[in-house]
């Protein structure tokens, strides 16, 4: 009697998945970064121990590796399940699945279980270092357990919402906007249901649509006791498992092609929307095509200009929102979290764009037509970057400089906001001491000083030309020191030093981008999918040169201090935080550029001297020859003559 197999391609799927390369390079690669996180953390604790005090190491390692594995879970549906189920779809083989006899719900946990085998196993590889944080301190045995649940639970929904999105679509382009819609709408849609209740007074102030945000639990596993952990965790569970089961059930309903009607009328409307209309497509055509014919295939489509210019104009929108006129308390960091978010939303459409032009026609087959044409290597590869140019250029720079502006003025705010509370903790000055300002440190006497004057300490007569001037006022117990800056006649710091951190930041990002484009060119060469070539890219170009930069800046930042510290003892604190975020931003650009620089210069090395090569291996993969096969010695070699004698004529024999 044959056994029956309880999801006989579950078993499959995990069987594949156990056995590929990358499963096992992630696992190594996750293990490598968290050892590294780790040993970072603690030299920087042995360096900045000098001079900053004994730092809640275990706490820090903890935060550090439990953010980064947020967000890796959170991203695992776009990367791993967006383009799943749309991809046998194209390719016309869920057809011969659901024909098997297998049932929607085999396939989809097929494909789910496949696709958490990697995310979970990058999990377990940290799970040891994680642990050691428990032996550090800082952390106790409930935050973390419960954020382990919080992390397993983001991968669950991530994964769910890609394979969502994935049932409903045929284009994966579509498929990766509408995940990364649907999980943003997840992670804060809760969260600004609920401030929007609050401000309208319907809501009494207690976290309601936040519960089903994977965000908001992952916060709640490191609050106190008395935070609704539990209900959130299963809100969050009966989100996942809804989006499941919608995904079952839509899985048979939506993989058959539409009828003919329909899909006319659908394809004429897609049309219309992905190329535009005839006099736009023959403008386009009259206006490209004679400049150069690769720019003119790349720009046929316009709405992912459309989708660009959508997020430009929101965050323009939200630029003016917040800072006409004095703006809310909140504007500053406010602001740094949208201009963050905007920057990788920029950052996964440049890649995702960057790629998907080579992906796709490696997929059709198209290089064989575009190989056949008189166009070299490097006009084809220049007409994609010179096409990225034209659909991006001004949207990213409306962005670029509504970040520069509003990062700008958002750090000025928060410079002012930390001016009026000192200013404040400084109302009550010494006797025979008045002053204004801006920072106070308190310090132990070890010599005479002379006081200063009440009327040299006023605003009017305050010296101009030293970047600091100081009011110091004599008493038996600790001074309080009361410093002012002047720096390029600018009273107040925090307007030159975010001038400088936005002008280094907005070049890093500009940096970045080029990077991403030609690096993605190339990834789309060598990659079977647009989801891969995107997932190479980002990893290669920002995630893991992002630790890099990180940990070489801090670390270089603190030797500076260190030695700034052993040559002139410690500086005040005001001086403190001027330089300090300057030098870090300084070293961190300089980084950045020059990792940038390598990324662009490498990729057009490439892409201009093996692009036709890799072009062909995608038509054609070469496959070796095989030697041909030796005689077997078992058998006898051809005879040259023939075995049986001719016999003569008659007559024609000797003679008796």
């Known amino acids: 009697m044959e056994a029956v197999v309880f999801l006989p391609i579950v078993e499959r799927e995990l069987r594949v998945a156990a056995r590929k390369r990358s499963t096992f390079w992630v696992r190594l690669v996750a293990a490598l970064v968290a050892l590294a996180i780790g040993s970072g953390c603690l030299l920087l604790n ?3 121990g000098l001079w900053f005090g004994a730092l809640p190491l275990g706490k820090a390692l903890f935060a550090t590796l439990t953010w980064l594995s947020l967000g890796v879970a959170l991203s695992a549906g776009l990367f791993f399940t967006s383009d799943s189920l749309s991809e046998e779809k194209r390719e016309g083989t869920m057809g011969f699945l659901l024909a098997t006899g297998l049932r929607s719900y085999d396939v989809v946990l097929g494909k789910l279980l496949a696709t ?12 040891p270092i994680l642990g050691l944080t428990l032996l550090m301190g800082g952390v106790t045995g409930a935050q973390f357990w419960k954020t382990t649940l919080a992390l397993v639970n983001a991968l669950f929904v991530s994964l769910a919402a890609g394979l969502f999105v994935s049932v409903l679509s045929r284009n994966s382009q579509r498929a990766m906007s509408a995940t990364v819609l649907l999980l943003l709408l997840l992670i804060f849609g809760g969260r600004a249901g609920d401030a929007l209740l609050a401000a309208f007074g319907r809501g009494s102030g207690a976290p309601l649509l936040s519960l089903s945000s994977p965000g908001y639990l992952f916060i709640l596993a490191g609050a106190y006791a008395g935070a609704p952990f539990w209900p959130a965790l299963l809100i969050n569970q009966a989100v996942g498992g809804t989006l499941l089961g919608l995904t079952c059930l839509l899985l048979p309903r939506t ?10 009328a659908a394809s004429g409307w897609a049309q219309r929307w992905k190329f535009g209309g005839p006099k736009r497509r023959e403008l386009l055509r009259r206006k490209l095509l004679a400049l150069d014919p690769a720019l003119w295939l790349a720009c046929r489509e316009r709405w992912q200009a459309a989708s660009v210019w959508v997020v430009a104009i929101l965050l323009a929108g939200g630029f003016v929102a917040l800072f006409a006129g004095a703006g809310p308390p909140i504007a500053g960091p406010f602001w740094g979290f949208i201009a963050g978010l905007v920057t990788l939303l920029l950052y996964l459409g440049i890649a995702a764009q960057a790629g998907r032009f080579f992906v796709e026609a490696r997929r059709s087959r198209f290089f064989e037509l575009l190989l056949a044409t008189p166009l070299s290597d490097r006009q084809i590869v220049q007409g994609q970057w010179r096409a990225l140019l034209r659909m991006f250029g001004i949207p990213v720079l409306v962005c670029l400089a509504a970040q520069f502006l509003g990062t700008v003025l958002a750090q000025q705010m928060i410079w002012s ?15 025979g001491a008045t002053s204004v300002v801006a920072f106070q440190t308190t310090v132990t006497p070890s010599a005479t000083l002379a006081p200063t004057p009440p009327a040299a300490a006023t605003p009017t007569n305050l010296p101009a030309t030293p970047p600091t001037s100081a009011v110091v006022v004599k008493q038996a117990g600790p001074v309080t020191i009361t410093t002012t800056f002047s720096v390029l006649g600018i009273t107040q710091p925090g307007l030159l030093v975010a001038f400088f951190i936005s002008l280094g930041t907005t070049l890093a990002v500009v940096a970045n981008l080029a990077a991403l484009s030609w690096f993605g060119m190339w990834m789309g060469l060598n990659s079977k999918s647009t989801n891969l070539a995107m997932l190479k890219t980002i990893l290669f170009v920002q995630v893991i040169p992002w630790f890099v930069i990180s940990f070489v800046s801090a670390f270089l930042v603190g030797l500076l201090m260190i030695s700034a510290f052993a040559r002139g003892g410690p500086p005040s604190a005001p001086r403190s935080m001027l330089w300090l975020p300057l030098l870090t931003s300084f070293v961190g650009t300089v980084l950045a550029l020059a990792k940038d620089a390598g990324f662009i210069v490498w990729a057009r090395r490439k892409l201009f001297s093996k692009f036709r090569e890799r072009a062909a291996q995608a038509m054609a993969p070469i496959s070796p020859r095989l030697p041909p096969l030796p005689p077997r010695p078992d058998m006898p070699p051809l005879a040259e003559k023939p075995l049986i004698r001719p016999v003569p004529p008659l007559g024609s024999g000797p003679a008796r």
Do not use: C, D, H, K
Not at 116 to 127: H, K
Not at 255 to 264: K, N
């Open 46 to 48: 042995e360096v900045g």
């Open 255 to 264: 993989w058959q092609e539409r009828p003919l009607r329909t899909a006319t």
């Open 116 to 127: 958490s085998l990697r995310g979970f196993a990058a999990f377990l590889a940290i799970f």
């Open 417 to 431: 906001q930390v001016a009026s509370a000192t200013a404040g903790a400084a109302a009550t000055p010494p006797t």
